[in-house]
């Protein structure tokens, strides 16, 4: 077909791909999207190549797809990322049949991968993300409790501190001790100090005022 011998299709072809995969792997869309973008990236590499390198440009690019997802529910830290989105741009740069048609089809994939970021405002979220990564807060209102009730009554009690705080240390409030932390402060062993916020079990004290 003519419209395959013009450089910019192949970055028509492979953005909308990486646009509906990386959707995919966002949103949860019933293997829609999945199927929409193998079938783009398919007719890519079907167009300039032939059957045995197609395969192995096929495998590579999901090999740096499967990256990025184990990268996002695994490791966090970005470094299997890089190297998946480095394996796509090389699978789909290496078939153009111009250093023009690369250029094309490499900006397809970087801007249809942003460009699948604004699924997440029109779609439901896939859960696999934040339980994963643990983007959730655990929060009362979300049905967790992870404050300690017993710590979560200390909030305006007051006691002494049996160590310097710097800023952690020892308290004493009602013949009990307890880990605590001043906001910042130096508390010198000895000084009075009220609990003024607790986190989990993590207690906040500040020194009285004389």
């Keep these: 077909m003519e419209i395959f011998t013009y450089d910019w299709i192949g970055f028509v072809i492979t953005g909308l791909a990486t646009l509906f995969l990386f959707g995919e792997i966002l949103v949860n869309m019933r293997?829609?999207?999945?199927?929409?973008?193998?079938?783009f990236i398919t007719v890519y590499f079907t167009v300039y190549l032939e059957t045995g390198s197609l395969i192995i440009m096929l495998i590579l690019y999901f090999i740096g797809l499967l990256l990025i997802i184990i990268d996002g529910k695994v490791?966090?830290?970005?470094t299997l990322a890089t190297i998946g989105v480095a394996s796509m741009i090389v699978s789909v740069a290496l078939p153009a049949q111009s250093f023009a048609g690369g250029v094309?089809?490499?900006?397809?994939?970087?801007?249809?991968g942003g460009l699948s970021f604004?699924?997440?405002k029109v779609f439901k979220k896939r859960d696999m993300w934040t339980k994963i990564t643990l983007k959730d807060r655990l929060t009362t209102e979300a049905?967790?409790?992870s404050m300690n009730e017993a710590y979560k009554d200390l909030v305006g009690l007051e006691g002494i501190t049996l160590n310097d705080l710097r800023p952690v240390g020892t308290i004493r409030i009602d013949n009990k001790d307890y880990s605590a932390l001043s906001?910042?402060?130096w508390i010198e062993k000895g000084s009075a100090i009220t609990v003024v916020q607790v986190d989990g079990t993590k207690i906040l004290v500040e020194k009285n005022k004389k």
Aim: hydrophobic letters at 50%; proline letters at 0%.
């Design 143 to 145: 049905g967790y409790n």
């Design 118 to 120: 604004f699924f997440l």
């Design 31 to 39: 293997g829609l999207f999945g199927l929409l973008g193998i079938g």
């Design 75 to 78: 490791l966090n830290d970005g």
């Design 104 to 112: 094309y089809a490499v900006l397809g994939v970087l801007i249809g």
């Design 183 to 185: 906001n910042g402060q």
